[in-house]
């Protein structure tokens, strides 16, 4: 399979799943944390910023955006996820001129390139791509000099990950366990996403871009844990704040 049609896969992959995508903040703690998390560092930033909403999904960060008096540019390779995006906008009441969407290539392309931007937010993508290195490279040349990237991503040091891993290799034994079921089945993420990450590896990665690492959050984990899901061994996701250098 070539990876413009691998990325074709992943993008029908979420357009199935955009219907029910937003129910996730309702079930999954992690993806509530990440939410807030993201609204809670944002909301440190000057208003009326121009940020460019990578893999919008949704549009859960630009709603964030939008909300805290932001101008969110929100870009996507799923059709039905801009789709959702724009309505859910809409029935917000956020007038039209403060936020802009649009469906872009698999392999990331589109008009958006052509602007700058004061900063960047990406949840939950970069997993999903072909080149996450590559692409990072060409989307902070967009990013203004004192500007900000937001993402997040899998831990790959945390052994949530790896049993995560596990029960994908080998789904005949937790097909039918409630709360694994679904990541051994056929429809589970595990078959697009095709990298994990570790904070200091993206951290030299993005220092070469000109991006300073500014923070870094851990949190997922199970809640017998407690406060450990906070640690980069085994918070299953993080989020990390840069700042482009002038």
């Not at 990876?3 to 992690?30: L, N």
């Not at 999904?57 to 805290?68: I, Y």
Request: a positive charge; glycine letters at 8%.
């Amino acid at each position: 399979m070539t990876a413009s049609e691998a990325a074709s896969k992943t993008a029908a992959y979420f357009d199935s799943e955009s219907p029910t995508w937003d129910d996730r903040y309702v079930r999954q703690s992690h993806f509530r944390t990440r939410l807030e998390t993201l609204r809670n560092w944002l909301a440190a930033l000057p208003p009326n910023l121009s940020v460019l909403d990578f893999g919008c999904g949704t549009g859960v960060a630009s709603a964030q955006l939008a909300s805290l008096g932001h101008r969110p540019t929100g870009v996507d390779i799923s059709e039905k996820m801009v789709e959702t995006s724009r309505a859910a906008l809409q029935r917000s009441g956020i007038p039209e001129d403060r936020f802009t969407f649009e469906h872009i290539s698999p392999d990331g392309r589109g008009a958006y390139l052509e602007k700058t931007y004061d900063g960047m937010v990406s949840l939950g993508v970069f997993e999903y791509t072909d080149d996450p290195a590559a692409l990072l490279k060409l989307l902070t040349t967009r990013i203004r000099p004192g500007g900000f990237l937001i993402m997040s991503g899998p831990n790959r040091r945390s052994p949530v990950r790896w049993m995560e891993h596990f029960v994908f290799r080998h789904p005949r034994y937790f097909a039918v366990i409630p709360g694994l079921k679904r990541l051994a089945s056929p429809d589970s993420y595990k078959h697009y996403q095709k990298h994990q990450f570790v904070a200091g590896e993206l951290a030299a990665l993005l220092d070469s871009c000109g991006m300073t690492l500014e923070r870094t959050f851990y949190h997922g984990g199970p809640s017998v844990l407690g406060g450990l899901e906070h640690t980069p061994w085994l918070g299953m996701t993080m989020i990390l704040q840069f700042k482009k250098r002038p």
